[in-house]
Nanobody
């Protein structure tokens, strides 16, 4: 059973940085597409960014220029470097993966999810 485990969440002041990591286990080959979503209470889970194993990355407009996603194919891991954090970035961040090569930004485009890690940005 493939699993995704997130780490690196926490509390940071506005303007600060955090780095999230997502490690995949129970799978011997690399997912073609992995990404990050986030969710706040009462709202739908929203796309943040994703990376394809051919190197392409894509981002939500709200994080473009501040967040950077990277993939480590050898370790089947993805990282999310978050800079210039804002209070509105506060959310539970979920790692997601799919066996498809996709440019998908919907939760329906991904079929494997981590448990989530809390990110809180104080003003």
């Amino acid at each position: 059973q493939a699993q995704l485990v997130e780490s690196g969440g926490g509390l940071v002041q506005a303007g600060g940085s955090l780095r999230l990591s997502c490690a995949a286990s129970g799978r011997t080959f690399v997912w073609p597409t992995m990404g990050w979503f986030r969710q706040t209470p009462g709202k739908d889970r929203e796309f943040v960014c994703a990376v394809r194993r051919d190197g392409y990355t894509f981002y939500a407009e709200s994080v473009k220029g501040r967040f950077t996603i990277s993939g480590d194919n050898a370790k089947n891991t993805v990282h999310l470097q978050m800079n210039i954090l804002k209070p509105e970035d506060t959310a539970i961040y979920y790692c997601a993966a799919t066996g498809k090569w996709t440019w998908g930004r919907s939760i329906r485009d991904y079929d494997t999810w981590g448990q989530g890690t809390q990110v809180t940005v104080s003003s």
